[in-house]
């Protein structure tokens, strides 16, 4: 089994930026996961993806809605993944959550991600 925490949440002004986190445990993601991303969902919406890395290949992908303002990474030595979240706006305001799955060809695709995170909350205000 395949546990995800996410940190970094919090509330910040238009404009400004924050760093979340996802940490996975067990370590290794060759068997169990070789995909990872962020999505997230608002009051009242469904859920969306953000971004996510296939893993292997180191690359990335990134929802219209955020590309030039977030980046997506992750650090393979301390498996941890961020998202790098800069000139956020009030309609960024949501739960985040980080999700690892195995790559079946659609980075956006929720039933590419078998394991989720709790989430943590985003903030922003005008």
């Known amino acids: 089994q395949v546990h995800l925490e996410e940190s970094g949440g919090g509330s910040v002004q238009a404009g400004g930026s924050l760093r979340l986190s996802c940490v996975s445990s067990?370590?290794?993601?060759?068997?169990?996961?070789?995909?990872v991303g962020w999505f997230r969902q608002a009051p009242g919406k469904e859920r969306e993806a953000v971004a996510s890395?296939?893993?292997?290949?180191?690359?990335?992908f990134y929802a219209d809605s955020v590309k030039g303002r977030f980046t997506i990474s992750r650090d393979n030595a301390k498996n941890t993944m961020y998202l790098q979240m800069a000139s956020l706006k009030p309609e960024d305001t949501a739960m985040y959550y980080c999700?690892?799955?195995?790559?079946?060809?659609?980075?956006?695709?929720?039933?590419?991600?078998?394991?989720w995170g709790q989430g943590t909350q985003v903030t922003v205000s005008s």
């Open positions: 890395i296939y893993i292997p290949e180191g690359r990335s």
């Open positions: 067990p370590s290794s993601p060759n068997a169990a996961y070789n995909h």
């Open positions: 999700a690892a799955g195995l790559w079946i060809g659609d980075p956006f695709r929720e039933n590419e991600y078998k394991y």
